[in-house]
């Protein structure tokens, strides 16, 4: 009838859109301002943006994967010389396979920070940063997209260490606990792309980003007992490193190779220092998610 609405479903759009019977492109009218057109997750959305991501930075990839496999190396071969001669050992392994895993998830964190945190700012700097905010993706998918893409560069960079470590002499490269590998490689890439995210969001340009990787990335994670068991620091600074959750990260990810570490030698020890890391990541995540979802510098 004519005086009778009739209901024309959008097949994107959980919500009918009423349509006067009778009017032109009856049926084809866009939802009100306000009503989602996708529901759930966009799938298609979030997986075009984590493939950008990793495309961008596996197009130079000598910069962002062999590049940081070489000096992570470098570092291996300067301690090891300067402080592994004459058979030193450390909790009970020589020097080079002591300091090894740390330099894996060393180099895999500082990757991590590095990928997240040029997505916004090079945005920002372009001024092609619509091209993140205008898509159909809520804050929650931009955030996974990013971060997930920037977890992968990790991953493939600590690939490539382990790999030219494995054939240095005097490294050993086991795995009695291959679940502390995956677990604290991951929740420490997690964490610093997250960190590199909201850096991105904050910073305005190139120097806010690299102030942030020189004074606060680097001594983390330099100070964190990659090189030495804090057990040789005083008390005050052993308590100063156990604040630290860089420190968490590296002497869990080295228990998987050793079985022995700082946080303790038991799977308890370890496994409560696994879930302290799930749990600031989480709330580290959330305030990422907030800020984001604020708009703050990305709308202005």
Request: charged letters at 10%; hydrophobic letters at 50%; a positive charge.
């Amino acid at each position: 009838m004519a005086d009778q609405a009739r209901t024309a479903v959008n097949s994107s759009s959980p919500q009918p859109v009423e349509t006067p019977a009778g009017t032109p492109g009856e049926g084809y009218r866009l939802p009100p301002r306000g009503v989602p057109v996708f529901t759930g997750i966009n799938r298609i959305g979030l997986w075009s943006l984590y493939i950008k991501e990793v495309r961008r930075f596996l197009k130079v990839q000598t910069q962002t994967i062999w590049a940081p496999a070489v000096t992570t190396l470098l570092f291996l071969v300067i301690f090891t010389v300067a402080l592994g001669r004459s058979g030193r050992e450390v909790l009970g392994v020589p020097f080079a396979t002591f300091v090894a895993p740390g330099l894996i998830v060393m180099g895999m964190m500082q990757n991590a920070f590095a990928n997240s945190s040029f997505s916004f700012l090079s945005g920002k700097i372009q001024g092609t940063i619509i091209d993140l905010l205008m898509p159909p993706l809520s804050e929650g998918e931009l955030m996974a997209g990013i971060v997930g893409a920037a977890v992968t560069r990790a991953v493939m960079v600590g690939g490539a260490v382990a790999l030219a470590m494995a054939f240095y002499p005097g490294v050993e490269l086991a795995a009695p606990h291959l679940w502390a590998i995956v677990w604290f490689g991951l929740m420490g890439a997690v964490m610093l792309s997250l960190m590199g995210l909201l850096t991105s969001i904050w910073a305005e340009k190139f120097d806010h980003n690299a102030a942030v990787t020189n004074f606060v990335i680097a001594p983390l994670s330099l100070l964190s007992g990659t090189f030495y068991v804090i057990d040789n620091l005083a008390p005050a600074f052993q308590a100063i490193s156990r604040a630290n959750p860089f420190f968490y990260v590296i002497s869990g990810f080295r228990y998987g190779f050793l079985g022995e570490s700082d946080i303790g030698n038991t799977d308890m020890a370890v496994s409560h220092a696994a879930l302290g890391l799930l749990a600031f990541n989480l709330v580290f995540g959330f305030v990422v998610y907030r800020v984001l979802k604020s708009g703050w510098k990305l709308k202005d």
